[in-house]
Antibody, heavy 119, light 109 residues
Framework: QVLLVESGGGVVQPGRSLRLSCAASGFTFSNYGMHWVRQAPGKGLEWVAIISYDGSNKYYADSVKGRFTISRDTSKNMLYLQMNSLQPEDTAVYYC????????????WGQGTLVTVSS | EIVMTQSPATLSVSPGERATLSCRASQSVSSNLAWYQQKPGQPPRLLIYGASTRATGIPARFSGSGSGTDFTLTISSLQSEDFAVYYCQQYDDWPPRYTFGQGTKLEIK
């Protein structure tokens, strides 16, 4: 079965950087688009970014464009989110999720990793 | 950006009764609409995609309908495990800018 395990969350000061990782297993990672979605404490879901199956196309929410970078390493079945210039409003649980195929529904989700941006 | 608006924000229903949740898009998203269920401390779970197709393992009491801008998630006979927050999401926008509704909390009456 599909398993997605996020790591790399923690407490970081405003303006600093953090890299999240997501280890994927149970499916052919190189065949699917992958996403990051976040959820601020007590709030709803916010889509962050998507990367195509081969890593050639990447799209971002306006709120993170220019600060966050999504990437993948197919040889390691890993998804990443490099987050720069972090702000308190970036505080959230970050989920990685798998697309059903390319640019469609998110059919599998990890358990999430908490990022707290605070001085 | 396509804005998704869900109503009501909170819905109180008794077990065994029917629940109807609504989602409206600010512009047509065709049938590129999904519904997710989220319980406290858990990640979201895909329920419905393509506006009306149940995901694998989802009970038949969950059904989705609609196209264009107006969508509905119906739970025909509520079970205790169905009380959760439900989100709609569109995946029609291009370039991709997926957007979620703000959620409907389904609580026990």
């Amino acid at each position: 079965q599909v398993l997605l395990v996020e790591s790399g969350g923690g407490v970081v000061q405003p303006g600093r950087s953090l890299r999240l990782s997501c280890a994927a297993s149970g499916f052919t990672f190189s065949n699917y688009g992958m996403h990051w979605v976040r959820q601020a404490p007590g709030k709803g879901l916010e889509w962050v970014a998507i990367i195509s199956y081969d890593g050639s196309n990447k799209y971002y929410a306006d709120s993170v464009k220019g600060r966050f970078t999504i990437s993948r390493d197919t040889s390691k079945n890993m998804l990443y989110l490099q987050m720069n210039s972090l702000q308190p409003e970036d505080t959230a649980v970050y989920y990685c999720a798998k697309s059903y195929s390319a640019y469609d529904e998110l059919d599998s989700w990890g358990q999430g990793t908490l990022v707290t941006v605070s001085s | 950006e396509i804005v998704m608006t869900q109503s009501p924000a909170t819905l109180s229903v008794s077990p065994g009764e029917r629940a109807t949740l609504s989602c409206r898009a600010s512009q047509s998203v065709s049938s590129n609409l999904a519904w997710y269920q989220q319980k406290p401390g858990q990640p979201p779970r895909l329920l419905i995609y393509g506006a009306s197709t149940r995901a694998t393992g989802i009970p038949a009491r969950f059904s989705g309908s609609g196209s264009g801008t107006d969508f509905t998630l119906t739970i025909s006979s509520l079970q205790s495990e169905d009380f959760a927050v439900y989100y709609c999401q569109q995946y029609d926008d291009w370039p991709p800018r997926y957007t979620f509704g703000q959620g409907t909390k389904l609580e026990i009456k």
